[in-house]
Each structure stands twice: as C-alpha cells, then as structure tokens.
C-alpha cells in the first residue's frame, strides 16, 4: 500500500482499526509521514469531541423581531440610501458578536476554506455590485433628466420652417 491510499483510509483506522487492512497498518509503522497525518486526524477529532457550540441568547430572536417590526415600519427611505447607511454605518457595532460567532464556526467547519472563499471574496464584490447598481441609477435618473430637458426645448423651440408642410415656401 502507498501513502495515497492508506490516507484514503485514515478514517477507518482512526474510527475502528479491526476494521482496516493489515497493509495499511503495516504502511503506518514504518511511514512516519502516514502516522503523523493520523495523529494530526486524531487530535482535530479530539477538539471537536471537547468543543461546544455557544449559547445563543435566550432573547436573540425577541430582539431579531422587534428589530425587523423597527426596520418594517420605519419610513421606506430611498432603496441606495439605506443600503448606503446600511454600508456606511451599518449594524455592524451591534452585529459583531454574532459575526464573530458565525464566522468562527465556518472557520471551524470549512477549516478555513469557507471563511477565505466566501467571506474575504464577498465583501468586496458586493460593495462592488451596489457601486456600479449604484451609478447605473444615477445614470438613468441623468437621462430622463436630459430627456425632460429636451422635450421642453422642443416645446420652447419655435418651428424654424424647414419642416415638412410648412408654409414658408414662395
Ligand atoms: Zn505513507
């Protein structure tokens, strides 16, 4: 057995060593590589056997839906205006523990795959995406402000003549 498949079975061994090949027992005696990615396996099984989820607190969903009925009746302010508070000031202050939180239990879960795809590459691209929605609005408000603008100055603009049945020929 090579150290690609005794690590195909590290699990096993770790969960029930009757259950495992005598190859692959015998591959561990004498690969120190093979026995310390083992005992790495075991020690991480360990920590999660001695690690407990947090208590969430007893009011946290009385505070969840007492902050949404706020957000819910509060006057609807512009969508760009609230997400902009939203960016700006946020809730960030209040929500810190429990990003905290949540963030160390997917750095837990995903051992750090998870926090590094999702959170470090979202942020930035969000922020991005609400920018360019952000100027695209901007952008439009722009236009129909040109469009009324020159609709006005054809309803200022008095006919110069030229235009088909006009009665200006001699
Ligand atoms: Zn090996």
Redesign the pocket.
């Known amino acids: 057995m090579n150290?690609r498949e005794?690590n195909s079975k590290l699990a096993e061994l770790l969960l029930d060593t009757r259950e495992t090949p005598v190859e692959a027992r015998r591959?561990l005696e004498g690969?120190a590589?093979?026995r310390g990615e083992l005992s790495e396996l075991r020690a991480t099984m360990n920590l999660m056997d001695d690690w407990a989820a947090p208590e969430v607190n007893p009011y946290f969903d009385a505070k969840l839906l007492a902050r949404l009925r706020a957000e819910q009746q509060a006057r609807p302010a512009g969508f760009w205006e609230r997400c902009k508070a939203r960016f700006l000031y946020g809730s960030s202050l209040r929500m810190q523990p429990l990003m905290a939180g949540a963030l160390a239990v997917m750095f837990m879960v995903g051992g750090g795959t998870y926090f590094d795809l999702e959170v470090y590459n979202q942020r930035p691209q969000e922020s991005a995406t609400v920018r360019d929605l952000q100027s695209l609005d901007g952008d439009s408000q722009v236009f129909q402000q040109l469009d009324s603008v020159d609709q006005t100055a054809d309803q200022q603009q008095p006919l110069s003549g030229e235009g088909p049945g006009s009665p200006s020929s001699d």
């Open positions: 150290c005794v591959h690969c590589a093979c």
